[in-house]
């Protein structure tokens, strides 16, 4: 059973950085794409990065120049480093992965919370 565990989240000041990551397990072979969306409260699930497996990465516009994804095949890790957080950047991190059959899974999120 493949399991996607995220880590990292926390309260930061504005203008401060978080990493965080994601450890997937139990699987067999490397997923073509993972990445990461985020919820904030009382807003829908949306896109912050994805990387496809040896190829380009995809940044929402929100996050584009501050937020830097990248994932150790070895490791079946993906990691989000995030600087000059804003207090919009708050809200429940999730990490995916999708197989190229189009199967996908989820983490249960981690929690980023930033201050003015």
């Known amino acids: 059973q493949v399991r996607l565990v995220e880590s990292g989240g926390g309260s930061v000041q504005a203008g401060g950085s978080l990493r965080l990551s994601c450890k997937a397990s139990?699987?067999?072979?490397?997923?073509?794409?993972m990445g990461w969306y985020r919820q904030a409260p009382g807003q829908q699930r949306e896109m912050v990065a994805t990387l496809v497996d040896g190829g380009s990465s995809n940044y929402a516009d929100s996050v584009n120049d501050r937020f830097t994804i990248s994932r150790d095949n070895a490791q079946n890790t993906v990691s989000l480093q995030m600087d000059r957080l804003r207090p919009e950047d708050t809200a429940d991190y999730y990490c995916?992965?999708?197989?190229?059959?189009?199967?996908?899974?989820w983490g249960k999120g981690t929690l980023v919370t930033v201050s003015a």
């Open positions: 139990g699987i067999i072979y490397p997923f073509n794409e």
């Open positions: 995916y992965a999708r197989r190229l059959t189009g199967v996908e899974y």
